[in-house]
């Protein structure tokens, strides 16, 4: 059973350019979670979608976008970016009805 | 929106000995309540979890505990082994979303010397 998967896993981006992430739920799940986690903190929330549908977000800037497919597989994408958006992205899967959320491996995100 | 303390942020532990990090949510509505593993350089993995209508939960090893009126939970780590240093969040179930965004915790570094 594949888990959730990711990609890219490491990318290195420089100050103004654009960064597209994509993330692969579990099979029959199909919401997904993305979450920023910064070097020695906690992942925070920044989009929930189910059924093609956002559901919830965090306190980001409109900067942050995502968008979810018919496959229920996701993109995250950041414009403009600014060197306090280097971090790891998280992409979690979940199911209506459960709560448990299960992570992908992260993209490691790099602004230079 | 809810916010989660935990504590301590570091704590070392001699292997055999018990471990327990501690977690306050501030949403008397939060109902789900995960603990998650993260070792260095990979995804934050599942280890238990407690919903907000019981009051301890035990997998082998490891057990969470919730006290509702308090509004804290707990995780308990029994017998040690050097595999169990990692970083460990706790996070709080958000009720207000159809399905729950997770807060989390600032994290505690547990090194279990051998």
């Known amino acids: 059973d594949a888990g959730v998967t990711q990609s890219p896993t490491h990318l290195i981006k420089t100050r103004g350019q654009h960064v597209t992430l994509r993330c692969s739920p579990i099979s029959g799940h199909k919401s997904v979670s993305w979450y920023q986690q910064v070097l020695g903190q906690g992942p925070q929330f920044i989009f929930q979608y189910y059924e093609k549908e956002e559901r919830g977000r965090g306190n980001f800037p409109d900067r942050f976008s995502a968008r979810q497919f018919p496959n229920y597989s996701s993109e995250l994408n950041v414009n403009a970016l600014l060197l306090g958006d280097s971090a790891l992205y998280l992409c979690?899967?979940?199911?209506?009805?459960?709560?448990?959320?299960?992570f992908g491996p992260g993209t490691r995100l790099t602004v230079t | 929106g809810e916010n989660v303390e935990q504590h301590p942020s570091t704590l070392s532990v001699q292997e055999g000995d018990s471990a327990v990090i501690k977690c306050t949510y501030s949403d008397s509505a939060s109902n789900y309540f995960p603990w998650y593993k993260q070792e260095l350089g990979k995804r934050p993995q599942l280890i238990i979890d407690i919903r907000s209508n019981v009051g301890e939960k035990k997998d082998q090893r490891i057990a969470v505990t919730l006290n509702k009126t308090a509004k804290h939970f707990s995780l308990h780590i029994t017998e040690t082994q050097p595999e169990d240093s990692a970083v460990y969040f706790c996070?709080?179930?958000?009720?207000?979303?159809?399905?729950?965004?997770?807060?989390f915790g600032r994290g505690t570094q547990l090194t279990v010397w051998p």
């Open positions: 979690a899967s979940s199911n209506q009805g459960n709560y448990e959320q299960y």
């Open positions: 996070a709080a179930r958000d009720r207000g979303s159809t399905l729950g965004r997770l807060y």
